[in-house]
């Protein structure tokens, strides 16, 4: 900005480093006047000289826009325009009460669900989960192309037998470049088509029909196993909503609370005599 000069710069970094009892001015609009211990509260101690360089220079460029665009209103502005206390009440009113209803939901409203809650909203309203995607429960690894006993793994990786994956398990765990069982949680068939080399369309016609999906390329080998599948306009599983079927009943508690807290509200004024209606 034109009117800040290099030595008011400098003025500026040594202030955020001394005390605050010399009242300099730095910046004036109008008859407005920025004063550098503004600054200085603004620029926490210890800042490096340049950040706080930038922290005052931009300070100083706000506080100059505010001032102009105040100034550019009051102008331009007619007196009704310019009457804005009732917005301000109404602003100060509608957070005084928000700010009383949070902390009455964090005194006295009990967020835990329990498992019979969701699984009877579950119930209740499957209809409202239809996958708009395919999901499937999948594990997934990559080993190089001169890792040991491949003939061995490949056996393991088709078999269902519990102790072939067992031993799947134990030899990804050491020679794995990447090993992932997903949480043993639900996930879309796009995000494992990043994983495996080839085309995407194919990758997913192969998915959907296959249990076992092998691929390489010129370093490494590719495994993927599907366990589990929900097709594309089925019903989701519970466990792939659980937390969005949470936050809806957290959300309904919540509404309901507020919903009897004004209900109660309303009583007690009525019969304290709070209240008159004429």
Known sequence: MRFFTPFILTLLLYSCQQHKNQ?????????????????????PQGTPSTDSLLMAQNYIRDWVTQKLLLH??????SSEEMNIQKQVE?????????QYKQKLIAQRLVND????????????????????????????????KN????????????SDKAEDQESLEEYCLTNARKYDKFQNKWIEVKYLLNLIPG?????????????????????NYYFLCIQEMKKEQ?????DYVRDEITLILKNKKKLQFENELEKQINQEGIRKKYVKIY
Not at 23 to 43: C, G, H, K, M, N
Not at 234 to 238: G, V
Request: charged share 30%.
């Open 23 to 43: 009242e300099l001015p730095v910046a004036q609009v109008f008859e407005s006047t920025l004063y550098r211990s503004e600054i200085a509260d603004f620029v």
């Open 113 to 144: 669900i329990s498992e019979n809650e969701i699984e009877t909203y579950y119930q209740d309203n499957e209809r409202n989960f239809v996958l708009a995607t395919p999901i499937v429960k999948a594990i997934f690894f990559i080993l190089p």
């Open 72 to 77: 550019k209103a009051i102008e331009n502005l």
């Open 199 to 219: 085309n995407f369309d194919v990758l997913e016609k192969e998915i959907l029909v296959k249990k076992h999906i092998e691929k390489d390329d010129d370093e």
């Open 147 to 158: 890792a040991p006993n491949l003939k061995e793994v490949k056996k393991w990786f088709a």
């Open 90 to 98: 109404d602003y100060r009113t509608s957070l005084l009460i928000h």
């Open 234 to 238: 089925t019903i989701s599983p519970l």
